[in-house]
């Protein structure tokens, strides 16, 4: 099982930027879908961008256009480029590791980020 650690969370005006990033503690580069994942007071959890081992992204429709992720599999990171924060994205944000191969899924501790003004 992967260790993911998130950071870079934090309180944010409208409009502003946010970049999370989350470290894996073994190799990542072959097996693992990579995600990030989001969570508000009373509402489920549920996928904001994910990327494949060979850089295939997919992105929520409510963040399409605001959010990029990328990975970096030299180093084992992943993070989530956020611009254009809006009251709503605020929530704990969550790294995933989902191995392809033994179909683990792997969490973070999660990041809170706060978009308020």
């Known amino acids: 099982q992967v260790q993911l650690v998130e950071s870079g969370g934090g309180l944010v005006q409208p409009g502003g930027s946010l970049r999370l990033s989350c470290a894996a503690s073994?190799?990542?580069?072959?097996?693992?879908?990579m995600g990030w994942y989001r969570q508000a007071p009373g509402k489920e959890r549920g996928l904001v961008a994910s990327i494949t081992p060979l850089g295939t992204t997919t992105v929520a429709d409510s963040v399409k256009g605001r959010f990029t992720i990328s990975r970096y599999n030299a180093d084992n990171t992943v993070h989530l480029h956020m611009n254009n924060l809006k009251p709503e994205d605020t929530a704990l944000y969550y790294c995933?590791?989902?191995?392809?191969?033994?179909?683990?899924?792997?969490w973070g501790q999660g990041t809170q980020v706060t978009v308020s003004s």
């Open positions: 073994g190799s990542i580069f072959s097996n693992h879908v």
């Open positions: 995933n590791a989902y191995n392809l191969i033994s179909r683990i899924n792997s």
